[in-house]
C-alpha cells in the first residue's frame, strides 16, 4: 500500500534557481563559489574548483548545500 504524494510548495527563492547558476557559500572557514548543478528538493549539487574541494575537505568537485546556506552571486 502507497500514500499519494503531497505536493509541496516550492519558495519564490528555490524556483528563481537554475542550472549553471553561479552561487557562494560558506565550509570549514572557506568562501566558496561553484556553480549549480542539480536543483534537489531541499539543497542543490554544486561543482566547485579542484582547488576549493581539497581546502574544505571534499572527496570531489561536487558538493551538497542546502538552500538555506548559500546565496547568488
Request: hydrophobic fraction near 40%; aromatic fraction near 6%.
Amino acid at each position: 500500500m502507497s500514500f499519494p504524494r503531497r505536493e509541496k510548495k516550492v519558495s519564490d527563492f528555490v524556483a528563481a534557481r537554475q542550472v549553471d547558476e553561479k552561487i557562494a557559500f560558506v565550509r570549514n572557514d572557506h568562501e566558496v563559489t561553484g556553480t549549480i548543478h542539480k536543483i534537489l528538493e531541499n539543497s542543490v549539487i554544486v561543482r566547485i574548483s579542484d582547488r576549493d574541494a581539497e581546502l574544505i575537505g571534499a572527496p570531489s568537485d561536487l558538493t551538497v548545500v542546502a538552500h538555506k546556506n548559500y546565496s547568488v552571486v
